[in-house]
Nanobody, 126 residues
């Protein structure tokens, strides 16, 4: 599985962005997927995860109520993972990574993920 993230950019505080991650390879629809982020000088942290079906999701406390993870297993967009980010804050500034989990369920820690995309930079200006 190869993962290609896009959609990052510069946005003012309070604005919105939608990140996308296109997965190539036949195992996408069988795996949990997730988004992580890494701010300058900080460790990579979990943002949100979704199970193989898209029916179950988990969002980290700092983004709960503002970010929404979703996926399309080829119904409309081909094997695409999304992260809708609303009410952005300066502390959301980071490189965002999409990842494919080892299993089918929602995964919340990095070691449960086996494939990583290249990252897309989100910068929120205050």
């Amino acid at each position: 599985v190869q993962l290609q993230a896009s959609g990052g950019g510069l946005v003012q505080a309070g604005g919105s962005l939608r990140l996308s991650c296109v997965a190539s390879g036949r195992i996408f629809s069988n795996n949990g997927m997730g988004w992580f982020r890494q701010a300058p000088g900080k460790e990579r942290e979990f943002v949100a995860g979704v199970d193989w079906s898209g029916s179950n999701a988990n969002h980290a406390d700092p983004v709960k109520g503002r970010f929404t993870i979703s996926r399309d297993n080829g119904r409309v967009a081909k094997n695409t993972l999304y992260l809708q980010m609303n009410s952005l804050k300066s502390e959301d500034t980071a490189v965002y990574y999409c990842a494919a989990a080892r299993g089918a369920r929602v995964a919340t820690i990095a070691r449960e993920y086996t494939r990583w995309g290249q990252g897309t930079l989100v910068t929120v200006s205050s």
